[in-house]
């Protein structure tokens, strides 16, 4: 499975962006998508996840400001980031797996390049 990852950029604080992960190779509908994040000097950390058979989750510090969803017929995963902040900077990575094991990097069998999401304050 190859990811693509589009829709970074540089906003204001406040503003808000939309991530793009598109998928080839796999079957999309059959995998968790996830969304992690790593910012400057930190580790990558989980952000979103929507699962293949419904269902998402999120991390207690984007909950209520991020929106993860899913397009299969398109395989396209997205991320709808708004009310965005400083502390949101970080290059955005999409992810996919078939584990139950999604909190963790090492959960993941597949990874997209990853986009630079910059928010100004």
């Known amino acids: 499975v190859q990811l693509q990852a589009s829709g970074g950029g540089l906003v204001q604080t406040g503003g808000s962006l939309r991530l793009s992960c598109a998928a080839s190779?796999?079957?999309?509908?059959?995998?968790?998508m996830a969304w992690f994040r790593q910012g400057p000097g930190k580790e990558r950390e989980f952000v979103a996840i929507?699962?293949?058979?419904?269902?998402?989750a999120y991390a207690d510090s984007v909950k209520g400001q991020f929106i993860i969803s899913r397009d299969n017929a398109k395989n396209t995963v997205y991320l709808q980031m708004n009310s965005l902040k400083p502390e949101d900077t970080a290059v955005y990575y999409c992810?996919?797996?078939?584990?139950?094991?999604?909190?963790?990097?090492?959960?993941?069998?597949?990874w997209g390049q990853g986009t630079q999401v910059t928010v100004s304050s």
């Open positions: 190779g796999g079957t999309f509908s059959s995998y968790h």
């Open positions: 929507t699962l293949s058979g419904g269902g998402t």
């Open positions: 992810a996919a797996t078939k584990t139950t094991v999604w909190l963790n990097t090492g959960g993941y069998d597949y």
